[in-house]
């Protein structure tokens, strides 16, 4: 009788156990439900995950050097977060993360006499500089922005070194035919942001 009574104790706590579990996981996956609707509401990937500050000044920049507006802000978004006194371990400087020696050339091609490294911080400047720069290696790669954001990232001479190793053309659109795992990355995330920018602010 004894034994019998431990073993029905014993399904109940079984039981009790099994209905905490299936609790707990219900209100795990209700949660994450919800939590998934509510980052699907534009305001909130705009606020949070889309941010666009210094916007007018990537729009002018973006209509003067006939950039698209939404891959200089998905460049900014990748290289610094929107943060405009970021320093890389490699040197880059600012919004759009210029290496000085390149800012220096961009500088001397706009006339800019104005130019130091220090001002590189300044938005306006960042901005005008980078989105130039896009603008020179898109005409460069004849307009195929997976080998412009290639040569941003990982150097120009990288770039053309692989153009002539692999015989691509300038049709280029194979990704992961890019030697390096972080450039590959880098220009995947920056596309589908550029995406996800011109879905939020059309």
């Known amino acids: 009788m004894g034994d019998f009574r431990d073993r029905v104790r014993q399904n109940r706590r079984e039981q ?3 209905a905490v579990c299936f609790c707990v996981a219900l209100f795990i996956f209700v949660v994450s439900l919800g939590a998934y609707f509510v980052l699907q509401f534009e305001p909130v990937q705009r606020s949070y995950f ?8 990537i729009m002018k920049y973006a209509k003067l050097y006939h950039v698209d507006s939404n891959l200089t802000a998905a460049v900014i978004k990748n290289e610094s977060k929107f943060r405009q006194t970021v320093h890389s371990h490699r040197g880059a400087v600012g919004l759009m993360q210029l290496m000085p020696d390149t800012a220096e050339w961009v500088a001397r091609q706009l006339g800019d006499q ?27 790669f004849h307009g195929n922005d997976i080998l412009a954001l290639a040569a941003y990232n ?23 035919a890019i030697p390096f795992r972080e450039t590959r990355d880098y220009v995947r995330q920056v596309l589908a942001d550029q995406k996800k920018y011109r879905e939020l602010y059309p």
């Open 16 to 18: 009790r156990r099994m």
């Open 50 to 57: 889309y941010v666009y500050p210094w916007h007018e000044t």
């Open 154 to 176: 990982a150097g120009r001479g990288n770039v053309h070194e692989w153009i002539q190793n692999n015989g691509w053309t300038n049709n280029f659109s194979d990704i992961d």
């Open 114 to 140: 104005g130019y130091s490294e220090e001002s590189l911080h300044d938005p306006d400047r960042n901005i005008r500089y980078g989105t130039w720069y896009l603008s020179e290696l898109q005409r460069e």
